[in-house]
């Protein structure tokens, strides 16, 4: 049994949460795209953990996790996330690093600080977690993987790349890298990180044959996809569905559930169109309800109301089989709530989602408004014990989406979830 939880619209959605509930008695679990540009909070016990590569199913005694080869691994970050693992009581025996995973070398993260400096006002708003020119790499085929770290061609590589990228920096009259100085960083992190590495793709086939429950757990999500996202503010990896199977080597006919998790509003980090966004009060107003800072940069995101037109692409592009729908509690704290239920396209009113800025910028989105004020649901256990407010405006959302809601968030703990 293969299951995938993914982002449905711009990320933080609170895909954690419903990982963490597949998770608990999962497994493996499985990271698929993206690398430390992603950060989830899991609170254990009272404890606090903020992993930004670490599949959470590494908390469960008995739950393998794995980083799958789609992924960019920033090993001085992974070891961080490990050594808070151990600090913590729990062990890391279960990590699983694929060997084909790309590495995000040093040079990759001043690169792309560059970048976004020398884009200027076009700026993406990236991370600066060296994602992009890391799958740059990856794609012109000069990256360095996990698995050179322990081949004796890893330091021609490395001075390799270092002679090409100093190239660039002297350019722009940046600093230069040393590449005796990064191979000795990073083969001191091959001495921590070797018991991990291995052929994923094997652990993982080996686990289905043996009919094992397999989480597969996207990072970012649907509108941020490399090419299914509004280009280029997006990310640079594949976090929609067709990104399970490249970066895990899973194939399409071993997927059962493809859950996309949305909240009942909407929110952004970075540039790009986000037609439903409310720069207002409106907007504020969630933010604060939602606590919506980031997890990974602390930056503001901007808030805005629940697009059905995007959803419904996002179950289209993923062929969801169910939606997580998150901060129904959050978003039942105002007195009236609107939903996209269309764009208005110069007259044309339709579904049709487009990522295309020049649309976008002409579309108006079309609202219904719904009554909140939901009260206290955070104990609500079944959907049909919502308040009649909040059961018409799910209804609204599954009737547009096409496809039903399977989990709902009523509160920030672990045990705020209706699952039908
Ligand atoms: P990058 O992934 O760091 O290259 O950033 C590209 C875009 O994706 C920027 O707009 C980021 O804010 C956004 N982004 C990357 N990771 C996440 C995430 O985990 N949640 C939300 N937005 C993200």
Aim: net charge negative; aromatic share 8%.
């Amino acid at each position: 049994m293969v299951n995938v939880v993914l982002g449905g619209f711009y990320g933080d959605e609170g895909k954690g949460k419903i990982i963490d509930y597949l998770a608990a008695d999962a497994d493996i679990t499985v990271r698929y795209s993206g690398g430390n540009n992603a950060g989830h909070t899991i609170i254990v016990d009272g404890v606090k953990f903020a992993f930004h590569l670490i599949p959470s199913g590494i908390l469960n005694k008995g739950t393998k996790a794995v980083i799958g080869n789609g992924v960019v691994v920033d090993p001085k970050v992974l070891i961080e996330e490990m050594k808070v693992v151990e600090e913590n009581g729990y062990s890391v025996e279960n990590l699983c690093i694929s060997n084909k995973a790309h590495l995000i070398m040093p040079y990759h993260i001043a690169m792309d600080r560059l970048l976004e400096e020398l884009r200027g006002n076009g700026k993406i708003g990236t991370t600066v977690r060296g994602i992009g020119p890391t799958y740059c790499d990856k794609y012109e085929r000069s990256g360095i993987r996990v698995g050179d770290l322990l081949s004796a061609k890893f330091e021609d590589k490395v001075r390799e790349n270092v002679a090409r990228k100093n190239d660039i920096f002297r350019l722009y009259g940046r600093e230069e890298f040393d590449a005796e100085e990064i191979i000795k960083e990073y083969k001191g992190y091959a001495e921590i990180l070797k018991p991990y590495i291995m052929d994923t793709v094997i652990l993982l086939h080996n686990a289905i044959s043996e009919n094992k429950k397999i989480v597969c757990e996207g990072a970012q999500a649907t509108l941020l996809d490399i090419d299914h996202g509004s280009y280029p503010f997006v990310t640079s990896s594949s976090p929609c569905v067709g990104g399970v199977c490249t970066g895990t080597g899973i194939g399409a006919k071993y997927l059962n559930e493809v859950y996309g998790v949305v909240k009942a509003y909407s929110s952004r980090v970075g540039e790009g169109p986000y037609i439903t966004e409310q720069k207002n009060e409106i907007g504020d107003t969630i933010r604060e309800l939602g606590h919506e800072y980031g997890t990974t940069t602390k930056r503001p995101r901007r808030c805005g109301w629940l697009d059905a037109v995007a959803l419904r692409y996002a179950v289209m592009i993923n062929g969801l089989t169910g939606i997580a729908i998150n901060h129904l509690d959050t978003i039942g704290k105002l007195d009236k709530i609107k939903l996209c239920v269309a764009y208005n396209y110069k007259g044309d009113v339709n579904m049709d989602f487009s990522t295309d800025q020049e649309y976008i910028d002409e579309c108006e989105p079309v609202y219904e408004e719904f009554d909140g004020n939901f009260g206290d649901i955070s104990n609500v256990k079944s959907r049909k014990d919502l308040p009649e407010n909040a059961k018409k405006y799910l209804d609204r959302i599954e009737e547009l989406a096409g496809a039903p809601i399977k989990f709902i968030g009523t509160g920030a703990g672990r045990e705020n979830m209706i699952v039908e």
